[in-house]
């Protein structure tokens, strides 16, 4: 009989956390939303001992400082003999202003006269203990159906083993926030000089040529590889479940998302390998 499930979900207000929790309920979990941090070892343990194995808990930083002692409940959570996941939604500060500013909505830290920066600023600080142990996902440039998708591919998982991620983007639309390693590829020669390349991507096939043929990507390519392959082992000793690999180049469109297309391959079969492309439809 398999462990029971915990799911917790946290982040930044604005950040995507609802679209994440009605992902995890339309799954089959049982789903509790905006938990005071404090109650989560009770909640936790009343439903499983009611039989609920696949439970999906929505915390955030309303409760103030008791959200950063979840980490600590979370690992005794764990030694009880539940599987513990942790997914955490982040955006850019630009992001998040804007869409409070869109809809309306006053952020849940603006009381005592912060401004919408400040308040945000706050939750990055309450919440950054929680951050640091969670798989991480920086919706800042992602729509509602992308984000849907990579959900369902994180409980997809098997988090008893590290998830490595790899994971394309374009500098002009920033770094994301949710890297772990980050490899700039720009010095490559560009596919997007060329008019006959520039509306295709790193996935097809004209692309992939003409790529494959400059030596400074397959020196590129193989400098990464081994840089990851070297230092994994490292990061599985140190009881990381996810490690996020960010390639980018100017637009996201071509050069790293070979690049991803390519390392995912290589390590495919000896991880468990999750591809995301920032900056493609």
């Known amino acids: 009989m398999s462990a029971p499930q915990l799911v917790l979900i946290s982040g930044l207000s604005g950040s995507g956390k609802s679209i994440a929790l009605n992902v995890l309920e339309d799954s089959g979990y049982y789903c509790v939303d905006n938990l005071p941090a404090k109650l989560l070892p009770e909640i936790a343990a009343y439903l499983r001992d009611a039989g609920y194995d696949r439970i999906a808990v929505s915390v955030d930083a309303r409760g103030g400082e008791p959200v950063q002692e979840l980490p600590a409940r979370l690992l005794e959570l764990r030694e009880q003999g539940m599987d513990v996941r942790v997914l955490f939604l982040e955006a850019n500060t630009e992001t998040l202003v804007k869409r409070f500013s869109e809809t309306r909505r006053r952020h849940p830290l603006s009381k005592d006269r912060l401004t919408v920066e400040e308040a945000i600023a706050l939750e990055r600080h309450l919440l ?98 081994r840089f990851v392959e070297t230092w994994l082992p490292c990061f599985i000793r140190d009881n990381r479940s996810y490690l996020t690999v960010a390639v980018g180049c100017t637009g996201g469109r071509h050069r790293s998302v070979y690049l991803v297309e390519t390392l995912a391959d290589c390590f495919r079969g000896d991880q468990q390998v999750m591809v995301r492309h920032r900056n493609l439809p």
């Open 128 to 225: 950054d203990p929680l951050s640091q142990i969670a798989q991480r996902v920086d919706s800042s440039e992602l729509g509602p159906n992308t984000l849907r998708a990579w959900v369902k591919d994180f409980i997809d998982y098997d988090h008893a083993r590290i998830v490595l991620l790899f994971e394309s983007f374009g500098y002009k639309n920033g770094i994301p926030l949710d890297a772990d390693l980050v490899f700039d590829v720009r010095c490559l020669p560009n596919p997007y000089y060329d008019p006959q390349l520039r509306p295709q991507t790193g996935r097809d096939p004209d692309v992939i040529a003409f790529l494959e043929k400059q030596e400074g990507v397959q020196r590129m390519l193989d400098d990464i590889r």
